[in-house]
């Protein structure tokens, strides 16, 4: 928000008060890093280009990692002002990034029609498309289907969002449950997992040597696995007392 005096010579951005909770938080840091570790791979491939030349899908992999880097900035500002919905919109982003990346990981061919259809501004492929292609498995195309569409809900209908107070003020906004930030945080770090492990996949195939990027990429996840194991044992005990 903007303060200003009287005559509009002095303008002052007021910022949100940050939300204040140790396991958003917690979650908070395990994706910083592994924000982190995506800088690190694109530099990475950088100082190995010279000598081994990008491909197609390899230029898809980074172009998607800048992506990511920068949607993941975003949703770790809205969480950390409390703004669960709107952060829960930016998810669509990184779920459909996600899918792009492995199906142009598995399929370096289609490389090509995702640079071509990124300039006029427009999707290479449906969702649905690419669910069926990467998940055989109808179950497992159940679940993508179902994330996706309850993400979509949000941004629609608000099925997070819980009833204001009054009187309302200019800072105030509708109450965000905190294991709602919490839970954002941990799809935005599984999303981030998995577009990172297939960008690497395609660009360890190229004969990019990424094996300590990849290394460490894995240890975050399971950090962040043992959290959410961790959160919900603790949510189970306070529901048993």
Not at 12 to 29: A, C, P, R
Request: hydrophobic content about 35%; some cysteine; aromatic content about 8%.
């Amino acid at each position: 928000m903007v303060k200003s005096d009287s005559q509009f010579s002095y303008v002052h951005w007021k910022d949100l008060k940050n939300i204040e909770d140790q396991t958003v938080y917690s979650f908070g840091m395990i994706v910083q890093k592994m924000r982190t570790e995506i800088t690190k791979l694109i530099n990475t491939i950088g100082e190995q280009a010279s000598s081994t030349p990008l491909t197609q899908s390899n230029f898809v992999s980074l172009k998607i990692l800048f992506r990511l880097k920068e949607c993941m900035v975003s949703i770790e500002l809205l969480i950390s002002k409390g703004l669960a919905r709107d952060a829960a919109v930016l998810l669509t982003t990184l779920m459909e990034l996600r899918l792009e990346m492995q199906y142009v990981s598995e399929n370096s061919s289609s490389a090509g029609d995702w640079i071509t259809c990124n300039r006029q501004n427009k999707k290479p492929w449906p969702v649905d498309f690419l669910i069926k292609e990467l998940f055989p498995n109808y179950e497992d195309q159940n679940t993508e289907r179902s994330n996706y569409k309850h993400l979509l809900q949000i941004k629609h209908s608000d099925p997070m969002g819980s009833q204001p107070s009054f009187p309302v003020r200019d800072d105030d906004f509708i109450n965000t449950d905190k294991n709602d930030l919490a839970v954002c945080l941990f799809c935005e770090g599984s999303e981030c997992y998995r577009t990172l492990i297939a960008a690497s996949e395609d660009l360890s195939e190229s004969g990019f040597n990424i094996s300590k990027n990849r290394k460490a990429i894995e240890e975050l996840n399971e950090l962040k696995e043992k959290m959410q194991k961790l959160r919900i044992s603790k949510e189970n005990s306070v529901q048993h007392l």
